[in-house]
């Protein structure tokens, strides 16, 4: 098995996730998208991981887990505050800070 | 070898599509499945990899975890259930365009760099790795570890906080 094989699915995955971010206008499809990033990212640590021959890949991965859990936990309950506050969770109306 | 490398291709080509289907379908209850396949293709390739702990950790935090909270913040939010026009903002050319290019310069960089560099066949067969990655843990990365530990509990409460009512 070769590393690139790994690290172009991780690549098309980051791809995939950052047109998600950019052209979606709901929150949760945002977050959805932002999760694809992350396992782009896991994908990557474990392919490195594997390439050298070491456990830290996981490791790291595994971090990355922890925190990508930790984000989608606070990122869903800022959607719910923006949605009890305006009943929408489109994000091109949330634009309180335009100038 | 070869047979991991027709699995991967298999799983590779079931992520990527169900991928491309999370952020195009226009049904978010949809968009929630279609990651899941993609959540158990990224576990499904740490196995072949030889990672069997992160990937049933994988399957642990993500499908049995996130997905529940995504499905949760779906329902609170009171999506359609069914198609909805107005998902996508006007400006997705441009963010395909962005993506494009994106994939370009990485595709690029990584053939440049990694052309036909092989896995450690070693390591990607090694049978203990569960037991390495807890030696690592809890040896090398102790402290990140209890940082982790500690980033959790504050995301708790500080979810609970922002999403409390008045």
């Not at chain 1, 995955?13 to 782009?40: H, K, P, Q």
């Not at chain 2, 290019?101 to 092989?118: Q, R």
């Amino acid at each position: 098995m070769w590393l690139n094989q790994f690290l172009l699915l991780g690549a098309v995955l980051f791809c995939i996730g950052v047109y998600g971010v950019l052209a979606r206008r709901n929150g949760v499809m945002v977050l959805m998208s932002i999760e694809l990033i992350l396992n782009a990212v896991n994908i990557n640590f474990i392919a490195f991981g594997a390439y050298h021959g070491t456990p830290i890949g996981q490791v790291f991965a595994l971090f990355v887990i922890a925190v990508a859990a930790a984000e989608v936990g606070v990122g869903l309950a800022i959607v719910l505050l923006i949605y009890r506050n305006r009943s929408s969770i489109d994000l091109e109306s949330v634009d309180l800070l335009k100038g | 070898m070869v047979a991991q490398n027709i699995f991967f291709a298999i799983i590779a080509l079931a992520m990527v599509a169900s991928a491309v289907r999370v952020v195009t379908t226009k049904n978010i209850l949809h968009a929630a499945l279609y990651l899941v396949v993609v959540l158990a293709g990224v576990a499904a390739q740490f196995i072949i990899t030889g990672a069997e702990f992160t990937g049933v950790t994988q399957v642990l935090v993500y499908i049995g975890a996130v997905i529940v909270l995504f499905l949760f913040g779906i329902m609170l939010t009171r999506a359609r259930i069914g198609r909805e026009e107005h998902v996508d903002g006007e400006r997705r050319w441009i963010a395909g365009v962005v993506a494009l290019i994106l994939f370009a310069v990485m595709t690029y960089a990584l053939v440049d760099a990694f052309d036909t560099e092989a896995l450690d066949a070693q390591a990607v067969l090694e049978p203990q790795s569960t037991q390495m990655v807890s030696d690592a843990i809890f040896h090398d990365y102790l402290i990140p570890f209890e940082a982790v530990s500690f980033l959790l509990l504050a995301a708790l409460i500080g979810a609970i906080v922002v999403a409390r009512r008045e």
